[in-house]
């Protein structure tokens, strides 16, 4: 494929931009080489500058679960923008979208809506730590909950990716606060518990985990973190950026069965446009400003035209339960066939999956954590992925990121891509 056009909008965006991106993991670094220009993009494919076209399974790294420039969502956006964009007014479909949104998510009494997953999991986390009065957290090594300063030790997803899981900037004193355990390990959680009797806010984590590849929880995991918060007093906080309204209706707390204390959103929740939330039970949301002392507060959230899209794209998901039936029996077919070509062609390999999420990993031991994830090779996944790229398979330039799968993509997509994977694993 020729990527003249996109290399020199590359060179032009590095002159003005650090990097040339405004998010590092859309760079390349990770595979090597330098990353596409989008110019557009409907339904399963993608369009870049150059004209080469793509099945993309990265989705904008997740919100468009059904496909690129989905109708309903530009539709609304549309007729929404006609009639101003921004008003920092309450209105009306914020209160719609919320009905909505706790209709379909169990456990949970109230929403409040922000601009990213970043700023939804910040939030959750003061609140949890002001309605505890505590100050302690305990995050998992490898999940990722967004850029904000208490989350960037020992991160995932692109924090890993640029070795830099331990972000300079982050002071000692918020640092201290982040107490790490290993995902799939309740040992490693019960000693942190027991060691900071009474000083723990809550635990946060990504319960069925995309940010150092996807790593779903082992049997028992999430409901031994449950028992554990109920029996020291701690708050749950499940991290539903990736999985929220992507796995069921109601996200992981449905699929699992377990129930979490504060739930935090992004992504499908915004339909592809900036939108973020967190959610509780009425005593804990009340806990924020107005009602309560916990600050929190956003010019631009519970915006119009994000609302807009984020109501058309959960009205459609509400209204069409089996598209997640669909969306697990199309990612299990992707499942078995690249297991079945890259077994056949003798390249060593864990897949997990879960519901619409699954990642490749070329390590030959079961991987659960971020420990048994880093021991993938790397430099068999840059062969991968640049031979995917040059077959018109589009997926994360990193191994530790998860794929993302639409309701767009046809089982000959499915098959197209077995056959990229087929073609590419003979020469890895
Ligand atoms: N939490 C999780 C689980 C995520 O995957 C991400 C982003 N990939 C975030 C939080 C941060 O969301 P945002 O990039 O919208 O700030």
Known sequence: MIYKRSSELFAAAKEVIPGGVNSPVRAFNAVG?????????????????????????????GPLILGHAFDP????????????????????????IAELAVSMVPNIDKIRFVNSGTEACMSAVRLARGFKNREKIIKFAGCYHGHSDSFLIQAGSGAVT?????SPGVTQGTAKDTLLATYNDLESVEDLLKANQGEIACIILEPIAGNMGCIPPKEGFLEGLRKLCDEYDVLLIFDEVMTGFRLARGGAQELTGVDADIVCFGKVIGGGLPVGAFAARTEIMDYLAPTGPVYQAGTLSGNPLAMAAGLAMLTELNDNPEIYTSLAQKTEYLHKGIAEVLIKNNVTHTINRRGSMISVHFAEEAVVDFTSAAKGNNDTFKKFFHGLLENGIYIAPSAFETWFLTDALSYEDLDATIAAVDKVSKEL
């Open 162 to 166: 640029f070795g830099t899981p331990n």
């Open 73 to 96: 969502v530009v539709n609304a956006v549309i007729e929404k923008a006609k009639k101003g964009t921004s008003f920092g007014t309450p209105t009306e479909i914020e209160t719609t």
């Open 33 to 61: 080489g330098e990353p596409l220009f989008i110019k557009e993009a409907k339904g399963a494919y993608m369009y870049d500058e150059d004209g080469n076209k793509y099945i993309d399974y990265i989705n904008s790294w």
